[in-house]
T-cell receptor, first 109, second 116 residues
């Protein structure tokens, strides 16, 4: 079993829909990251959080440390949101990341 | 551009050849990480440097792989005697080595390796 599990693996929705991507982890962590990866490989950091909730524009990330669970929400989704969204947890003093397998999101106009 | 850069962006090589990739981190970042990503999967940790010291290596990093970070600036990742299973995207990331809330990792664009 992977230390970080994401669901769903693939998600297709219509423009304007509210999107939720879930992440569960099984290890002790110091922080959790949500990342966005576009075709071609570039990875962009969306959020880094260790408790509570963060909001940036139409994106919201929440984490429940007791439940070892995090969610990424996208409100009023748009075709430009189409990408792979990756959850990663930070372990140990090295602060290295352990990644989930990613969720491929497609928003149709 | 003050982001993380990687060169080359693409590399095609024949099995058995040696390849070397370079990563230039953000200048004030003292931590540098190498990850490998195969198609359809999330990245996996390979190794990390704190300044010039290589402090941790994954079991994925076989003896054909070596990484250096001379003078704590840019880093190189060399793969000797490449195998088809080495085909992947090699990602470099850097961050400041501080436990603060804005201490995110910044990723380079990656080097895509294809071994024929």
């Amino acid at each position: 079993k992977n230390e970080v599990e994401q669901s769903p693996q693939n998600l297709t929705a219509q423009e304007g829909e509210f999107i939720t991507i879930n992440c569960s982890y099984s290890v002790g962590i110091s922080a959790l990251h949500w990342l966005q990866q576009h075709p071609g490989g570039g990875i962009v950091s969306l959020f880094m959080l260790s408790s509570g909730k963060k909001k940036h524009g139409r994106l919201i990330a929440t984490i429940n440390i007791q439940e070892k669970h995090s969610s990424l929400h996208i409100t009023a989704s748009h075709p430009r949101d189409s990408a792979v969204y990756i959850c990663a947890v930070e372990k140990g003093g090295a602060q290295k990341l352990v990644f989930g397998q990613g969720t491929r999101l497609t928003i149709n106009p | 551009d003050t982001g993380v850069s990687q060169n080359p962006r693409h590399k095609i090589t024949k099995r058995g050849q040696n390849v070397t990739f370079r990563c230039d981190p953000i200048s004030e970042h003292n931590r540098l990480y190498w990850y490998r990503q195969t198609l359809g999967q999330g990245p996996e940790f390979l190794t990390y440097f704190q300044n010039e010291a290589q402090l941790e290596k994954s079991r994925l990093l076989s003896d054909r792989f070596s990484a250096e970070r001379p003078k704590g600036s840019f880093s190189t990742l060399e793969i000797q005697r490449t195998e088809q299973g080495d085909s992947a995207m090699y990602l470099c990331a850097s961050r400041r080595g501080l436990a603060d809330s804005y201490n995110e990792q910044f990723f380079g664009p990656g080097t895509r390796l294809t071994v024929l």
